[in-house]
């Protein structure tokens, strides 16, 4: 029983702050790279920031660098994502997921294409 749950979700003014979870029972995060991946409505499904199994390697989506940050928590089996200084246009829901990847997966712009998937969480960006 592989799961992904996410929290941290809700409503934030503009400026605001958010850090997203991401825990994973049945199996252990450290063998996976993880990513975030979000979607709005009407909108294609755009990766927002990768974490290689190491957590060596890190990237983001040109709207989110400087602003968002990826790490992990092997010893909790647990993702996050640090989001700082929230626009209106980070309104989506945001997944985590996984995939059995080497580090190369998170090398490049962050992906859309995991094997696991959690439910996702609403964020909400508004005055």
């Known amino acids: 029983q592989l799961q992904l749950v996410e929290s941290g979700g809700g409503l934030v003014q503009p400026g605001g702050s958010l850090r997203l979870s991401c825990t994973a029972s049945?199996?252990?995060?450290?063998?996976?790279?993880i990513g975030w991946v979000r979607q709005a409505p009407g909108k294609e499904r755009e990766g927002v920031s990768c974490?290689?199994?190491?957590?060596?390697?890190?990237n983001y989506a040109d709207s989110a660098k400087g602003r968002f940050t990826i790490s992990r928590d092997n010893a909790k089996n647990t993702v996050y994502l640090q989001m700082n200084s929230l626009k209106p246009e980070d309104t989506a829901v945001y997944s985590c997921a996984a995939t059995l990847e080497d580090d190369s997966y998170c090398l490049g712009y962050p992906p859309r294409d995991y094997n696991y998937w959690g439910q996702g969480t609403q964020v909400t960006v508004s005055s």
């Open positions: 049945g199996f252990t995060l450290d063998d996976y790279a």
């Open positions: 974490i290689s199994s190491s957590g060596t390697n890190t």
